[in-house]
């Protein structure tokens, strides 16, 4: 295989050889290579088809802008990645690579017929066809369009690395290490600033490494580097390299991404992929650099066509020469030396073509010197090649008039169209943009964040620039930190700075209307196609854009975009700051999923809150429902048994004899102060004033709207505290309701809110035997029906563990919840169930209490409610203290539509042939109209009842308060079920059962 | 992720050369809010109730933390909790406030190790570092509410309510090995 | 208008495409016109096509502070379904997905409605119940969806994961087989094209910084970057901006505008079929016919105007993603971006007369208002033109806020897009 | 994310430790029942949205757990100040400074 690589230049180590496979065919590099420079190295250029014409192309660039070169990278099973930039991806001894968006291969692919179909293929013309016959949209074009989707194919296993995420606080976060984040760094690192360093490169350096002729302080640059990074870190200055900063966000907070072991043979320990940073920077310096323009011509991008910058880095970063005969085609000074650094590694450059009629004579002088053809004033008009190009036709321009071509063979066009600062990341901070007439470029201008930029990245040219500006904005931010810098930007020798001048298209003598000169590579956008979408009224740049796909593919236009803009300003006729960019967003290059979702992924993409006596239930084989963040034991499966069988059976023993239930999650909040009594008077609807210490009572709580909120068991421990109970999702809600009334709304009052869901286990006994069994262990308290009736509640002592008893039942049998402090409640639990053992006590979960307070027509929040349900609507009317004179939800009770006649009530349905109702199923009064019918309700829950001996159901009906009796019906799919309106009580309605 | 589920036997904690976690000893916990004039209540408590946001004082075993402007975090010894509540409830009548056990409602985590402060900072958005020594916070870690007491440079503790130990632990448990990995 | 199909493709192609016609010319105000609409968006264009269309009025203005199709239209996830709850709501959007059905040879211009199927994931009982409430009403209102068991769900969508060890196991799923998604942008751009061949006047980069009303409290016209153009009518769509226009008639709106956000991935080769949105989760995600995963997030907690939006909503998003498609992982996020969605109370838009005569708005579409573009312009353009609502949007009025008569699908099921 | 200053705390912290709460100085009467359904409207549901300076509560859940109020401009999301509850709301042109 022939090797391109130049010994003794550039940093990779020759001493290291890699191997890895491109499309299962093996290739050597060496230790920092990238795929790219690796496979050029092997003379490869073909490393991709483009989107829509499945073009042969090669990398165009040597950085993160690639927008062609993209590759399917894998690391063994469930390590595969598609669209992987081959300029960015280090190489490592194993690494396989393969090629996208082809079919049968890389250099023969069916999908290149697009390409002959070009003239078809035009802008939008997706939107002119494809309608006819009506009917074939859904059958024929859709597939077809649908299959000729995306570049690599997605990863289909799932992900075995895992991904990280840390906050980081810093004075002055610098994004960029060229030689403007280097001197900024040293000017900002003094007296203790926190200064973080960021690059997306392997090593710190920027374009210093790619120019190792300069010299620097008198030193070879590449010997300042390295000890001007040791200082840096002597200093403090945290480095953080292969460190993208992907997005700018509110108030100086910048996303990093860091990559970790994508470039390692062999994945560490304990080593996640990535880490993201959210970094909170006092001030934020941007030393991004500029990115270098393509020129736009037909055929600019068949594979070995690259930026002459990407090609002066191959050859000195990475020791690569891309081509033994390349022609340099340019607008700008900066190709020369890309030309002359060529030929200085042994190549033959056969033409510097300039489409300028007149260049420094330096430049000249030099091209002259080294024997290397110049021809001024000229355009290029084609190219050849199938895979790699051949041969490029230039023309002579003079007056606008393109004179006869000549045809230069070669095996490399290095161009060069300019540069573009890289505006990413400022307008992310929606800062302003002014343009700038003398470079035709966009240069940072105004914005709010407490930001500047530096080097490159705001026009300015030269090493030596970009040094003095950095150690510039250096010294202003610490300034701006109220610090004092001297530092000063050191000396630099061999600095080659150039000019250069704005191209559209190049001028051209062929048909124009056929040429294939493409703006955006990856999505296959030509000048052509911009100037049709002006020419279709696609006025805005944003029109533009989103009509041709310009500046839509991976590289988001980095590469495309300023191009985009001054051809589609030429079309429109306009001056380009008229015209405008597209907005770039974040993130700065594609990032990956699993680093965004860092840790959040498994059990901790949300935790899972477990009560004390989870592992208890685990232990005894239940299964488990979530609510809210809990997870709850839902019912106590035995050997055999099926939820159905489980909860017939939980259920007759609660009625039988006893129950034991886990009912922790319950939300308490703790209401403290001497106007607590006024402050439960005004929060919920029920009167408390009257209710004694010692005593509890059912709470409902609306929204101001009058509509149900949430409810609990209350109970009043002395005048100024209640022990307050919420439902299990809905504590931290009602908590933060309260709060902000009372802090809001009524400061006034003295009484204070604690919540101690957690301080508080809560056991709840029920069933017949429910006080037998707990009366012994109960000191402090009689247990008696007289001394501790239904609906009391005490502190005391409970199997020797201090407790708050309650006597409340959800069940309509005898009830206890006996709160003990959650470290205590296992012990209380296993004790319950050892005492317990002679009353067959049994373990029942969610369901099993679903079902049991249904049969007492108990209303579950969120279930039998949904948000616009009225206490009256639940038949709860008696829970309203209806002469206070005000209570949150008091005044939404009375709007119009709250009192209006024939709103869905709350009640029973017993279906007439038994069989059990789906919740959620409809309710109609007349089941034999047409669809679309009339619904007057919905079923909010049905179970089997094991009491009632049918199953029973709660329903939401239309004025059902007043039709009981009546029959209403419920469509299914397959029939129509009858069901009679009954109340909401199917057990014990006169409540015998709770009595001891 | 079972392991601190009941919260209140002590899981094995990560151990790492440059940051720990362990549990610590059960304390006392009271929640105090009040307002107005405190000197009844310093005297009953036997401590001068800090008064900024975060700001910590200790007297005796008694240590505080100040959440809120009304609001304070006392760690006691378990048997003193009977002698102050009782010393506290006698000035309701003249000093109204809201004294609320909540001993069992949360562990307290014990984070030290050279890098113990950037453990922390896998869950917390604030800066860290600059909660100075000797005072504490309530703030977030990974969305928990938590509160951080800062003993030493590389000496935190971290109260968490019992259901989301866990969660807690098991962040920082992952954060202890990635920060071993980079150290070796 | 030149019509649009492959003859007239290939023949343009002929000629290098030189030929075609400006879709829509780039109009300047007029002194005065029939009816003003302010935004251009989908709902504006749509109403000015209807107006001229359906009821003969043609001297119409859509106005807009930018570029057409540049709002909420141009930077949404493009879910369209009309499986809701309640008998109001599933009348409108069914009427919606009905109109879009024919849309691409209605306005001559390829809008790509994909009937690619919309799948619900339930997650808990909860879910269930609430599903199964949706469905069973959707049945008896003539609306297609459907229950899919986990099973059913992971046949459906293959990358889904439907371990029952998730944080959030997948338990069944409802299916909307008919809903979908659309090219977001050519329905703009196909409504325009179709309004201008009417003669409606389409004006951008032009704001309207004021309604003007006359000493009769009637609107007169409005003021705007051009000037004051006088109108018989004033329809306001303008999405998250709606309060901020209408405030400047004195009428005040139940509304919030609120950051949302949404992301794509770089594209890859077809892997995702249908639809799938999690509410319990927050994720909702497609794949583009360009080959994006197509994401959308929820709305940031403080209200906005700064299309900026922040991280951990992004961080969040792309977690629930990750759980409930593992295999997405190693993909990679390409871009974000956000809109200013208008958020009612109930959750439902308001299509209506305002107290102002000659005043009408249709706003408050929230995180879900792409989906209704033509049936909701259909019945805009049906209000403004009669002067009284259609009987579809009849229930949408602004007073139901003060009655109390809501149409409360978020508080029914917490169900977004 | 942003940045918020906690009068309470007094410290500016980030996003996550806060909960938004919507529109700031929204009354509610001292007497409901003498309200009129649209001034009840008015309570619940009409906000003034604005497009600029927003005057609006947080409240530091994660922190001191109180509510306070604030001004940001929706435009730039950028607070423009943050004071506590029941003082008095501050006026736009002493926050926007002298813009003349
Ligand atoms: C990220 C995101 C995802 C979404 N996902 C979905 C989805 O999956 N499914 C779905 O159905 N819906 C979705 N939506 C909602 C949907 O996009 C909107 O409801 C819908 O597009 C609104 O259309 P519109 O025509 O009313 O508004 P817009 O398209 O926003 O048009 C309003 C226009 O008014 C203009 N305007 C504003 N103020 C003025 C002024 N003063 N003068 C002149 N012009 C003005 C604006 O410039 C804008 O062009 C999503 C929204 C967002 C932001
Ligand atoms: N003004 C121009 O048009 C122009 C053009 C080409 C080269 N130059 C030369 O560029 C040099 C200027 O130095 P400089 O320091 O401004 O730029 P630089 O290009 O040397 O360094 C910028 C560095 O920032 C990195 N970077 C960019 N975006 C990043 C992100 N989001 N996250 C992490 N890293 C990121 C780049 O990879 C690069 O390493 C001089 O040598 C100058 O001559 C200038
Ligand atoms: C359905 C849909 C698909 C999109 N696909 C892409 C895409 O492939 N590439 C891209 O760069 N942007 C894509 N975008 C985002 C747009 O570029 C742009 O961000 C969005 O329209 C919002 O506009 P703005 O970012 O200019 O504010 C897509 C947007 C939508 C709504
Ligand atoms: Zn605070």
């Known amino acids: 295989m022939k090797s391109c690589r130049v010994p003794g230049r550039g940093r990779v180590d020759a001493s290291r050889p890699v191997t890895f496979t491109f499309d299962g065919r093996r290739y050597g590099g060496v230790a920092g290579d990238t795929v790219a420079s690796a496979l050029l190295a092997n003379g490869v250029h073909l490393m991709g088809r483009s989107f829509k014409y499945h073009r042969p192309r090669g990398p165009v660039s040597a950085g993160s802008e690639e927008p062609n070169a993209l590759v399917g990278t894998r690391r063994g099973p469930g390590r595969f990645e598609p669209n992987t930039r081959a300029t960015v991806q280090e190489i490592w001894d194993g690494l396989e690579v393969t090629s996208q968006n082809r079919f049968p291969s890389l250099s023969f692919d069916l999908g290149a017929v697009n390409d002959a179909g070009y003239m078809l293929f035009s802008a939008g013309f997706y939107y002119k066809t494809f309608m006819w016959p009506r009917g074939f949209w859904d059958k024929v074009y859709e597939p077809f369009i649908r299959r000729a989707a995306g570049l690599g194919a997605s990863p289909t296993e799932e992900d075995p690395d895992s991904y990280a995420s840390r906050n980081l606080h810093c004075d002055v976060l610098i994004v960029g290490a060229g030689p403007a984040g280097l001197a900024a760094a040293r000017a900002a690192a003094v007296e203790g600033l926190r200064v973080v360093l960021v690059d997306e490169n392997a090593e710190a350096g920027g374009t210093l490494l790619s120019e190792p002729h300069l010299q620097i302080d008198g030193r070879p640059v590449w010997d300042w580097l390295a000890s001007e990074l040791s200082v840096l870190k002597a200093l403090g200055v945290r480095i953080m390299t292969r460190t993208t900063a992907i997005g700018y966000y509110h108030q100086n907070m910048v996303g990093l991404v860091e990559k970790l072991t994508d470039h390692l043979p062999a994945l560490p320990a304990d080593t996640p992929r990535e880490r993201l940073w959210r970094v909170r920077a006092g001030w934020v310096v941007l030393a991004q650099g500029a990115i270098e323009k393509p020129l736009v011509f037909n055929g600019n991008d068949r594979p070995g066509v690259m930026l002459a910058g990407a090609a002066q880095t191959y050859l000195n970063r990475y020791g690569v020469r891309v081509g033994d005969r390349p022609v340099v085609l340019t607008s700008h000074d900066s190709a020369w030396f890309a030309a002359f650094d060529l030929q200085g590694a042994g190549a033959r450059v056969q033409a510097i073509v300039d489409t300028r009629p007149s260049v420094r004579e330096d430049l000249l002088h030099e091209a002259r010197a080294l024997g290397i053809p110049v021809k001024l004033g000229h355009t290029a008009t084609a190219s050849s090649g199938r895979l790699r190009v051949k041969s490029l036709r230039v023309n002579p321009v003079q007056g606008g008039r393109v004179g006869a071509p000549v045809t230069i063979a070669c095996d490399a066009v290095l161009m060069s169209g300019g540069w573009t600062p890289s505006l990413h990341l400022f307008s992310h901070t929606q800062g302003k943009l002014a343009w700038d007439e003398e470079q035709t470029t966009f240069l940072p201008a105004e914005t709010r964040e407490d930001c500047v930029i530096a080097g490159a990245g705001r026009g300015l040219w030269g090493v030596q620039a970009a040094l003095e500006d950095g150690a510039a904005r250096g010294r202003g931010v610490a300034a701006a930190l109220g610090k004092d810098s001297t530092a000063r930007a050191p000396r630099v020798q061999g600095d080659r700075t150039g000019t250069g001048i704005t191209q559209i298209e190049l001028p051209t003598d062929l048909n124009a209307g056929r040429a294939k000169a493409f703006v955006d590579y990856q999505n296959d956008v030509t000048a052509k196609d911009l100037r049709l979408a002006v020419r279709e009224g696609m006025h805005s740049i944003e029109h533009v854009k989103r009509y041709t796909t310009n500046g839509m593919a991976t590289d988001q236009g980095k590469l495309s975009n300023i191009n985009g803009l001054n051809i589609a300003a030429d079309a429109l006729g306009r001056p380009q700051p008229q015209v405008g960019l597209t907005t770039f967003r974040p993130p700065y290059t594609p990032t990956t999923f699993g680093a965004l979702a860092n840790y959040h992924r498994g059990d901790h993409f949300e935790l899972t809150r477990k009560t004390p006596i989870d592992a208890w239930a685990e232990a005894q084989g239940a299964a488990f429902e979530p609510v809210g963040q809990w997870r709850r034991a839902w019912y106590f499966p035995r050997p055999g048994e099926d939820m159905e069988a489980a909860v017939r059976r939980e259920c007759a023993a609660v009625r039988g004899s006893v129950g034991i239930f886990d009912a922790s999650t319950l939300g308490k909040i703790e209401v403290v102060g001497p106007d607590a009594v006024t402050f439960m008077e005004r929060m919920y609807t029920n009167p408390w004033a009257k209710l004694g210490v010692g005593r509890c009572r059912y709470g409902l709580l609306l929204g101001d709207d009058g509509f149900i909120r949430d409810d609990g068991v209350i109970g009043r421990l002395a005048p100024d505290r209640f022990h307050v109970t919420t439902t299990t999702g809905g504590a931290a809600r009602v908590l933060n309701m309260m709060e902000d009334y009372l802090q809001t709304e009524w400061p006034d009052l003295n009484v204070w809110l604690t919540s101690t869901t957690e301080q508080w286990s809560t056991v709840a006994l029920n069933g017949p035997n429910a006080a037998k069994l707990l009366a012994p262990l109960v000191e402090g308290v009689d247990l008696t029906e007289e001394a501790f009736p239904h609906m009391s509640c005490a502190e005391c002592t409970v199997a020797g563990l201090p407790a708050r008893l309650f006597r409340v039942s959800f069940t309509g049998e005898i009830g206890f919840e006996v709160n003990v402090p959650s470290p205590m409640a296992m012990q209380l639990w296993e004790r319950l169930w050892q005492e317990g053992q002679r009353y067959g006590i049994t373990a029942y979960g969610t369901e099993t209490m679903h079902v049991l307070r249904a049969e007492k027509g108990y209303i579950i929040v969120g279930q039998d409610t949904d948000g616009t349900v009225t206490p009256y609507d639940a038949g709860m009317g008696w829970a309203v203290g209806k002469s206070k004179p005000d209570f949150v939800g008091k005044r939404g009770l009375a709007r119009p539509d709250l009192v209006a006649k024939n709103r869905r009530h709350l009640v029973g349905l017993l279906t007439q042939d038994g069989s059990r109702l789906e919740e959620g199923a409809q309710i109609v009064f007349d089941p034999d109209q047409p669809i679309p019918m009339t619904m007057v309700g919905h079923v909010t829950s049905s179970y089997h009842s094991e009491a009632v001996g049918q199953p029973i159901a709660l329903a939401l009906v239309e004025g059902g308060q007043d039709r009981m009796g009546q029959t209403v019906h419920i469509p299914m799919p397959d029939r129509t079920i009858a069901a009679t309106i009954t109340g909401t009580v199917f057990v014990d309605p006169e409540n015998t059962r709770l009595k001891i | ?184 | ?417 | 994310m942003l940045l918020i200053h906690c009068p309470y705390c007094d410290e500016t912290l980030p996003e996550v430790e806060f909960t938004y709460a919507g529109q700031a100085h929204v009354v509610r009467a001292a007497d409901p029942a003498s309200q009129s359904d649209e001034e009840w409207e008015n309570f619940l549901y009409i906000r003034s949205n604005p497009k600029g300076p927003h005057y609006e509560r947080w409240r530091h859940l994660h922190g001191c757990g109180r509510f306070f109020n604030a001004v940001r401009d929706t435009i730039s999301d950028r607070f423009l100040t943050t004071y506590k509850a029941g003082a008095p709301r501050p006026e736009l042109s002493s926050l926007l400074g002298d813009r003349t």
């Open chain 2, 1 to 184: 992720m079972n392991k601190l589920v009941s919260s209140f036997t002590a899981a094995p904690l990560p151990q790492g050369a440059v940051a720990r976690v362990s549990l610590a000893a059960p304390v006392a916990r009271l929640v105090l809010r009040a307002r107005g004039d405190l000197a009844a209540l310093n005297a009953a408590l036997g401590v001068t109730l800090p008064s900024v946001v975060g700001h910590r004082a200790g007297a005796g075993e008694i240590e505080v933390l100040c959440l809120g402007p009304d609001e304070w975090m006392l760690h006691l010894p378990p048997g003193q909790v009977g002698a102050v509540s009782a010393s506290c409830a006698a000035l309701m009548g003249s000093h109204p406030h809201s004294l609320v056990d909540v001993s069992g409602r949360e562990v307290t985590l014990e984070i030290d190790g050279p890098r113990a402060a950037e453990l922390l900072t896998l869950g917390c958005a604030r800066d860290v570092e600059a909660i100075p020594v000797g005072q504490g916070r309530r703030t977030a870690f990974d969305n928990v509410t938590v509160i951080l007491w800062r003993d030493g440079p590389a000496a935190f503790r971290l109260d968490v309510w019992n259901s989301f130990a866990p969660h807690v632990a098991g962040l920082l448990e992952t954060g202890c090995r990635e920060l071993a990995a980079e150290a070796a």
């Open chain 3, 1 to 417: 208008m030149a019509r649009f199909n492959a003859l007239s493709l290939l023949k343009h192609s002929l000629t290098g495409h030189k030929n075609w016609p400006e879709q829509w010319p780039e109009a300047q105000p007029r002194a005065e016109y029939d009816v003003v609409i302010v935004g251009a968006g989908g709902h504006g264009l749509g109403a000015a096509y209807y107006l001229a269309k359906q009821h003969g009025i043609t001297n119409v203005a859509v106005i807009d502070k930018g570029w057409l199709g540049g709002g909420n239209t141009g930077r949404n996830t493009t879910i369209i379904r009309s499986n809701y709850l309640y008998d109001e709501s599933a009348r409108l959007y069914d009427h919606s997905v009905d109109l879009w059905e024919d849309l691409s040879q209605e306005l001559n211009y390829n809008v790509m409605y994909s009937k690619r199927g919309v799948l619900m994931l339930a997650h808990t009982v909860h879910d269930v119940q609430s599903f199964k409430r949706h469905i069973h009403s959707n049945r008896l209102n003539g609306v297609d969806n459907r229950w899919l068991t986990a099973g059913e769900c992971k046949e459906y969508c293959p990358p889904l994961n439907i371990s029952p060890k998730a944080r959030y196991p997948v338990v069944g799923g409802a299916l909307q087989e008919r809903a979908g998604t659309a090219r977001h942008d050519a329905v703009a751009w196909g409504y325009a094209r179709a309004a201008a061949a009417r003669g409606v006047d389409i004006i951008q980069n032009c704001p309207v910084t004021a309604i003007r009303r006359g000493p009769d409290g009637r609107v007169t016209g409005v003021d705007t970057a051009k000037g004051f153009i006088r109108a018989k009518k004033v329809a306001v769509s303008a999405a998250g901006h709606t309060s901020v226009v209408m405030e400047t008639a004195g009428v005040r709106l139940p509304l919030e505008s609120f950051p949302l956000q949404a992301l794509v991935s770089e594209p890859v080769k077809p892997i995702f079929p249908c639809v799938a949105m999690s509410n319990a989760v927050h994720a909702y995600i497609s794949q583009s016919d360009k080959g994006e995963l197509v994401i959308g997030s929820g709305t940031d907690q403080y209200t906005s105007y700064s299309q900026r939006g922040g991280l951990p909503l992004i961080e969040h998003t792309i977690a629930a993603i990750t759980e409930i498609f593992p295999i997405f992982s190693r993909m990679r996020m390409l871009r974000k971006w956000g809109g200013i969605v208008d958020v009612t109370p109930d959750r439902s838009p308001i299509i209506a007369k305002t107290p102002v005569p000659g005043l009408y708005v249709n706003c408050g579409w929230g995180t879900g208002g792409f989906k209704a573009t033509p049936g909701s312009a259909h019945v805009f353009a049906w209000t403004i033109a009669r002067d009284e609502p259609h009987p579809i949007n009849a229930p949408f009025t602004i007073e139901r806020f003060r009655t109390g008569r809501l149409i409360d699908e978020a508080a029914a099921a917490a169900v977004a897009h």
